[in-house]
């Protein structure tokens, strides 16, 4: 609870996460005086407005103003919203209202890969500076526990990650504030898209540093979304060898095959014949990307004895299963992959040397009124999207 103002008998705050005006009255306010001090205070309020985008249910979502973001920390940096990447786990919160156990409360607002330009900052910041284009990372760790102090900053007990339920308010709104570390400046040809899809690239990123490496390696990819695409870009430019591609979609393998990935759809042909085919010996490293359990099943189907199973996807359900068989004989190591860490810097670096490019990746943009034709046409997977992109 933040507050705003102190005045002698009453006190007004006003709580962000749930868009929440409180006035507390030590005692009924007396005077003329103190009910236009009260008054004049929700006018200042609504003035300082800014719009938000906030799910209000299952599949529905309202603009609504709320008051601009302050700097609190003397490390903040306030950031006006430019563009926002839509996520499959903001799809998650829009049509199911949670992520396993992690629930929405209504109003909420997700939106958590996003980029703009920085407003205001904090006496202690220097990395970035007023007008800056910036990069978000949106993970806010707390860089004082185990995990932290081990330097597995996305594994923090205490994180805060933006548009993530009970832990921070997401993006789709005007301005927010961030601590100076989950800033990024943009240099060089880098743009806010840039910033934007460095998000889920990063991922990408870190899913192929912790498989090893795939230099030289023969590779499948299980499942071709923005993340899937995020591991496959991520491998090209760290030198992989062969890219093979399964997707439902067909618009989205046409994607891939501009990539210059060989591809399959499992609902019109025996993909595990079909690679097989052309790598008898099978595969040195599979990523699942997609969280459903007959592409882990492909995966280790299709993986070389001594191959690496590396599992990106989110699934809807509660457990894996492994065939026993399979796996002992093969000797499959399995790594799972939890968003990234330390990899957005790495990300613009690779994207500003022309190591990565994200042409491909944006299909669809949507002026930030028309949020929820975005979220209806990513949830229903409709027009061969790839990355959505709101424009602020
Ligand atoms: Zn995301
Ligand atoms: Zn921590």
Redesign the pocket.
């Known amino acids: 609870m933040q507050l705003c103002r102190e005045f002698t008998n009453f006190n007004i705050s006003y709580k962000r996460e749930t868009n929440f005006i409180r006035i507390l009255f030590a005692a009924k306010p007396q005077s003329h005086e103190e009910y236009t001090d009260i008054y004049l205070y929700l006018l200042y309020i609504k003035r300082k407005a800014m719009k938000a985008m906030m799910l209000t249910g299952i599949r529905n979502m309202e603009m609504r103003d709320i008051p601009e973001p302050k700097l609190v920390n003397s490390n903040d940096v306030k950031i006006r919203m430019s563009v926002l990447g839509i996520c499959g786990s903001d799809i998650h919160y829009y049509t199911q209202g949670q992520i396993g156990s992690q629930k929405v409360q209504y109003p909420f607002t997700v939106g958590h890969e996003g980029a703009g330009v920085v407003v205001e900052v904090g006496n202690s910041v220097k990395r970035v500076k007023h007008g800056d284009q910036v990069a978000i990372d949106p993970a806010m760790?707390?860089?004082?526990?185990?995990?932290?102090?081990a330097g597995r900053?996305h594994t923090?007990?205490?994180?805060r990650f933006l548009g993530c339920p009970g832990q921070a308010e997401g993006c789709l709104m005007e301005y927010i504030v961030m601590p100076e570390k989950s800033c990024f400046p943009l240099t060089g040809k880098l743009t806010t898209d840039h910033g934007s899809i460095s998000e889920p690239l990063a991922i990408g990123v870190y899913a192929e540093k912790k498989s090893g490496g795939v230099k030289g390696l023969n590779t499948g990819i299980f499942g071709y979304g923005p993340i899937g695409m995020s591991v496959m870009l991520a491998a090209k430019a760290n030198g992989v060898n062969k890219i093979y591609v399964t997707d439902l979609i067909d618009e989205r393998l046409a994607i891939a095959q501009r990539e210059g990935s060989f591809t399959c759809n499992p609902t019109k042909e025996n993909i595990i014949g079909k690679i097989m085919h052309e790598e008898p010996s099978g595969l040195d490293v599979a990523f699942e990307c997609c969280g459903k359990q007959e592409t882990l099943d492909q995966a280790v189907e299709l993986l070389k004895p001594g191959g690496k199973l590396i599992v990106v996807g989110i699934p809807e359900f509660e457990w894996w299963s492994l065939n026993v068989e399979k796996t002992r004989r093969k000797e499959i190591s399995l790594q799972f992959i939890r968003r990234q860490v330390d990899c957005v810097e790495q990300t613009l670096e690779m994207m500003k040397n022309g190591l990565i490019t994200i042409d491909n990746m944006v299909t669809h943009r949507f002026p930030f009124e028309r949020t929820k034709e975005a979220f209806d046409l990513v949830a229903g997977y409709r027009d061969g999207v790839m990355k959505a992109m709101i424009d602020f």
Do not use: G
């Open positions: 760790p707390c860089y004082e526990c185990d995990q932290c102090l900053h923090c007990r205490n994180l």
